[in-house]
């Protein structure tokens, strides 16, 4: 049998033990040789989140086996198995999960330097401002991101696949981090 002064004591020591470090994010592959960490930011603003939209958007003139419409359904396909609903039209209060995949410099006829990709993630979520008035504006705002770039190998499709699976990825490793619940404390009765 516990006395107050010892629950009290253990209340104290529970409270003050620093939280548990963050989990780092997958690392995605940079130019195919070294590695790059994905930029994850604002994990808390993922915690309750279980059903988004998804959009993929692909810049002109990468490999046409790279269709987005595709890809949408794949990225929505890895969001559902982890447990997410993916909407296929977002409502208003919806966040939006956009992909984009786009050439950095398409100069490679020219100066012969390869050809640089950047891919981005970024959620969108309905966010509340308050302006001058004291009044409140609703915009839509990106609460999470995550990019990654490379240069272009001749397996451009496979390779740009791969690095949008890798930043899928890190996005579902924040959610199960914010979405994962903490054990309650139990101080033990006297």
Do not use: K
């Not at 006395?3 to 997958?26: C, F, K, N």
């Not at 640089?116 to 509340?128: E, F, G, H, N, T």
């Not at 409140?136 to 740009?160: F, K, N, Q, V």
């Amino acid at each position: 049998m516990l006395g107050p002064l010892v629950a009290v004591l253990l209340l104290q020591a529970a409270q003050a033990a620093p939280p548990p470090p963050p989990a780092d994010p997958p690392r995605a592959a940079w130019s195919n040789a070294t590695d790059f960490a994905l930029i994850a930011d604002e994990r808390d603003s993922l915690a309750g989140i279980s059903r988004l939209a998804v959009r993929v958007l692909i810049a002109e003139g990468l490999d046409p086996a790279l269709a987005s419409d595709a890809l949408t359904s794949t990225v929505a396909f890895r969001l559902e198995q982890a447990g997410l609903v993916v909407v296929p039209t977002r409502a208003v209060e919806d966040p939006l999960l956009v992909v984009t995949v786009c050439v950095v410099n398409d100069h490679e006829s020219r100066t012969g330097a390869p050809r640089v990709y950047r891919i981005d993630a970024d959620l969108l979520q309905l966010v509340r401002l308050s302006d001058r008035d004291a009044r409140a504006r609703l915009i839509m705002a990106s609460t999470w991101h995550a990019g990654t770039a490379g240069t272009l190998p001749p397996s451009t499709a496979d390779d740009l696949r791969a690095r949008i699976a890798d930043i899928v990825d890190a996005f579902l490793a924040d959610h199960r981090t914010a979405n994962t619940p903490t054990a309650p404390l139990v101080i033990p009765r006297p």
